[in-house]
């Protein structure tokens, strides 16, 4: 029975470890980068500007036709991302787009209809950041942020079990990973 656990719990720890690779890669490094802000590998941010007039049936009724404003917006200016916010009364609105790494904003004046709209996109570096973070990535990528977490607990976990197994490294590895923690502990409360 022992054996057959032992047997088990390896077999888990590698292939969780195969199958999570490339995610424990991709968070390993996009770790670095958000630890250092500054490190842009020459993607500076690129804003634009622009503005135009809304098309006629913009309104109904006095109320906003959102979802004609934001094709508009969409297939005029090439604007992208999820809808984050929008407002709108008597005298202006605006939308805000947002996707890693990449933000537009959309006002317009509710009476004449007319607009301005700035993007601003920060290149490759902070679209990898803001997916490490799930950041403006909609609700699949926040799906799969998560299994990656169950999947590298999981992978933390199988890998302690296996210890149990290797009487030989056991005491040395169980006392590198409580020294491990403490300076965890320790740097945490440094922190805090």
Known sequence: MRLRLHSWVRWLHVYISMFSLLAVLFFAVTGITLNHPDWTFGSAERVTE?????????????????????????????????????????????????????????????????????????????VLNDLHRGRDAGRAWAWLVDLSGAFLALLALTGLGILFYLKRVRASAFMAAAAGGALLIVLTVLVT
């Open 50 to 126: 622009a503005a135009g007039q809304l098309p006629a049936g913009w309104t109904t009724g006095g109320q906003v036709d959102w979802l004609l404003v934001v094709e508009h917006v969409r297939g005029e200016h090439g604007v992208r991302g999820l809808v984050s916010d929008r407002f709108a009364d008597e005298h202006e609105g605006w939308l805000t787009f947002k996707a890693p790494g990449y933000s537009a904003d959309f006002s317009f004046d509710t009476h004449t209809g007319a607009y301005e709209v700035t993007t601003a996109e920060q290149g490759a570096l902070a």
